[in-house]
């Protein structure tokens, strides 16, 4: 696994599955027919009402924006699924459909790995 990311972590829990860049509603939706159960989003924008389709069935949340006082981290938080937020992730349509795991650090830090 190869550090990617750093950011701030809503719980300190872990997870990993597939990472899914989400972008627009149409492809909230398709994932929503595929199922979203075990992935991972990552989202330019903390949008809860954007994710409320799938939100629930999520293993995680990566968020290029945002704070942990954000609606997606208190959402999150609710859901008992870690976000990782305002992540600086440069070519993030580069992690589309790749494995990726989620680890909180010491304190509000978390991280996310890619596998290699």
């Known amino acids: 696994m190869k550090e990617i990311a750093r950011g701030l972590i ?6 990993e599955g597939e990472l899914r860049y989400i972008t627009t509603m149409k492809e909230v939706l398709q994932l929503l027919k595929e199922g979203p159960d075990g992935k991972i989003v990552l989202v330019n924008d903390g949008g809860t009402t954007f994710l409320a389709p799938i939100l629930s069935r999520l293993a995680g949340v990566v968020c290029l924006t945002g704070s942990l006082g954000s609606h997606l981290a208190i959402v999150t938080r609710e859901f008992e699924i870690p976000a990782l937020m305002g992540t600086m992730i440069e070519s993030p349509e580069k992690l589309d459909r790749r494995y990726v795991m989620i680890q909180p650090q ?6 996310l790995f890619v596998t290699e």
């Open 106 to 111: 010491e304190g509000t830090t978390g991280v």
């Open 10 to 15: 809503s719980l300190n829990l872990a997870a």
